[in-house]
Each structure stands twice: as C-alpha cells, then as structure tokens.
C-alpha cells in the first residue's frame, strides 16, 4: 500500500512540473526550431542528392559512400513530426491535461495516504 503512495506522488509531482511550469509551452518552442532546423536540412539534402547525380560537376572530393537521398527522407520525417508537435497546439494541450492528472493524482495520493495511516 505505501508503494501506491509513493507512485501517486510520484505521478502527480511529474505531471506537477510538466503542467505548471510551462516545460511543455517551452517544448512546442523547441518543436517549432527543429522544425525549422531539419527543412533546412531536408532542403541541403535534396541539393546534396542533385549534385550528386550530375557525376561530371562534382569534385572527387565530394563523391563519398553515404545515401544523402535517405538522409532527405530522415530529415523530412523529423521535420514533419517536429511540425505536428510545435504548430498544431498539442504541447500546449498537453500541459493543460498534466495539470489535470497532477490534481487527480494528487487526490488519489492524499486518500491513499489516509488509508495506509489508518490501516496501521
């Protein structure tokens, strides 16, 4: 019983700071830069990939081994999710329910608290 206590703390001390903090507002600004990093990326990759397939301008130093057309595919994945996460407003959702689970957790740790006090 005191180790459902302790968890319900736990829980509610995270979703305390993750709510009330302003981690996950700050998070969607974090979002929106690697968003902005990797299309730059993805864009570097993509030029990479054409002067790639014109063999005859390249310098031989710049011929190398790696796929840079999988490299533009990762970077636009990243950039697609960092997208999602930093424009469409879930971060900042997400705080709003934290701190809806930090109220709740935190009522389910004071009652387990009384429990445990009075089942001794």
Not at 43 to 71: A, E, F, H, Y
Not at 99 to 106: E, M, P, T
Request: aromatic share 14%.
């Amino acid at each position: 019983m005191l180790g459902l206590v302790f968890f319900f703390f736990l829980v509610a001390l995270i979703a305390g700071i993750l709510g009330f903090t302003g981690v996950m507002v700050a998070a969607a600004g974090i979002a929106k830069i690697f968003f902005f990093i990797f299309v730059i990326l993805l864009i570097l990759s993509l030029i990479m990939s054409v002067l790639r397939s014109m063999d005859s301008t390249i310098d031989p130093q710049l011929k190398g081994n790696t796929d840079v057309l999988g490299w533009a595919v990762s970077f636009f994945v990243i950039a697609l999710i960092a997208g999602l996460l930093g424009f469409t407003g879930l971060m900042e959702a997400t705080a709003g329910i934290a701190q809806i689970i930090f109220v709740v957790f935190l009522v389910l740790f004071v009652i387990s608290l009384v429990m445990h006090i009075f089942k001794k």
